[in-house]
Structure formats: structure tokens, C-alpha cells
Nanobody, 126 residues
Framework: QVQLVESGGGLVQAGDSLRLSCAAS????????MAWFRQAPGKEREVVAA????????YYADSVKGRFTISRDNVKNTVYLQMNSLKPEDTAVYYC???????????????????WGQGTQVTVSS
């Protein structure tokens, strides 16, 4: 049974920082590409950041470049999203996603990932 459990969301003010965590189980994390998506009310789910199984390839949405950092710990089976300089437009439910055995370019669409966490709410006030 594959499980992805997000944590670390909360309510913060603009300019603050948060670190999201996603603990994975039931899969071979070492060979699994991971990603963070977010979905705001009334909007489509969009990719925020992704990281390859080796950690040598990373993708960031233009809206978060320079502010967010994705990383992974293959011993703890955990992927992180460090979010700095948060803006109100970052408010969304953030989802962790996994694609076991991925080779090649990191998918930037939700359809490219087979497993999903339950989401964690991030709210950024002005």
C-alpha cells in the first residue's frame, strides 16, 4: 500500500516561510520521482516543483523560482518543499505526488504521477 502523507502547512503572513514535508511508504523511494502540486479554490491543479529519483534534476514553476526549494532525503523517504517569501497567491492545498521508476524528463502534469497524498493547506495572508 502506497502512502504519501503531507505535513507542515499552516497560516502565515506574506513574507514568511514554511517547510512542507511528504513522508512516503509502500514504494521504493530511492527510484521514485517526486513532485509538489497545488490547487487553489476554483483553479486547476498545477505543478509547483519536482525532483528526480537521484535528486540531480529539479523543476520549478516560474511563479516560485527563487523562493521555493524542493529536496529529498532517500534515507527518511521524505521529500520537502521549503517555501520562502510567501505571497498571498501561494495560498492553496499542496499535494505530494510520486511516480515510481520514472526515467527521463520530469512530468509537469498531474497525469504524470500515479500516487498522491491527501494535501496540506497553506494560507498566506496579506
Amino acid at each position: 500500500q502506497v502512502q504519501l502523507v503531507e505535513s507542515g502547512g499552516g497560516l502565515v503572513q506574506a513574507g514568511d516561510s514554511l517547510r512542507l514535508s511528504c513522508a512516503a511508504s509502500g514504494l521504493t523511494f530511492r527510484t521514485t520521482a517526486m513532485a509538489w502540486f497545488r490547487q487553489a479554490p476554483g483553479k486547476e491543479r498545477e505543478v509547483v516543483a519536482a525532483i528526480s529519483w537521484s535528486g540531480d534534476s529539479r523543476y520549478y514553476a516560474d511563479s516560485v523560482k527563487g523562493r521555493f526549494t524542493i529536496s529529498r532525503d532517500n534515507v527518511k523517504n521524505t521529500v520537502y518543499l521549503q517555501m520562502n517569501s510567501l505571497k498571498p497567491e501561494d495560498t492553496a492545498v499542496y499535494y505530494c505526488a510520486a511516480e515510481p521508476g520514472l526515467v527521463g524528463r520530469l512530468p509537469q502534469d498531474a497525469a504524470g504521477y500515479d500516487y498522491w497524498g491527501q494535501g496540506t493547506q497553506v494560507t498566506v495572508s496579506s
